[in-house]
């Protein structure tokens, strides 16, 4: 994503569109209940999760989408290692089902992305999702089996994005920790 058009939607936000801003301790209790909303209580067996217990959220990599100044989505960004290459884990990304289709959430994983591989302290940002929506994002499927999780995913629900074209199909290895501060 162009960060001059997020700079300027910031600067300049369009009344009923999302903006992105970093989430501070005051959007703890919004974000807790977005997530329980989002995933359920089965959101804590997740595998995903099981990363983010085991290795801490960049907090400044932790984003809240906005419409009209009402929080309407979260993400989160954990720096990990695969194979000795740093990168990031994207999420959870939750969107609350008020403010559901208007673009919140995949603003949400392009803003919080850009600015993960902008420092410039990480190749990739992987995530476990759905391929109808992250590949149009330009998030591309990982060779199956390649990475190895802390527990069970699908295998084609891993994706990576990536300035390298041929990291999606080429990277592997286990999932490590990364402190990216």
Not at 15 to 43: C, K, S
Not at 45 to 64: G, H, K, N, Q, W
């Amino acid at each position: 994503m162009n960060t001059q058009i997020a700079a300027d939607a910031v600067a300049h936000p369009v009344a009923g569109q999302p903006v992105v801003r970093v989430a501070t301790a005051h959007d703890d209790a919004f974000v807790e209940e977005l997530q329980a909303i989002a995933f359920g209580p089965g959101r804590f067996a997740r595998t995903a999760f099981r990363v983010r217990e085991r290795f801490p959220i960049d907090t400044s990599l932790s984003l809240i989408a906005e419409v009209d100044g009402t929080p309407c989505g979260s993400v989160w960004m954990t720096p990990i290692s695969v194979g000795g290459r740093k990168g990031y884990l994207l999420g959870p990304l939750a969107t609350h089902p008020n403010f559901r289709k208007r673009g919140a959430g995949k603003l949400l994983a392009r803003e919080v992305s850009a600015r993960a591989l902008a420092r410039g302290e990480g190749d990739f940002v992987l995530l476990v999702g759905d391929q109808d929506y992250y590949c149009p994002l330009g998030w591309e499927t990982t060779t199956p089996g390649n990475i190895q999780f802390p527990g069970p995913v699908d295998p084609n629900r891993v994706l990576l994005l990536s300035d390298d074209k041929d990291l999606a199909k080429t990277l592997s290895g286990a999932i490590a920790a990364f402190d990216a501060r």
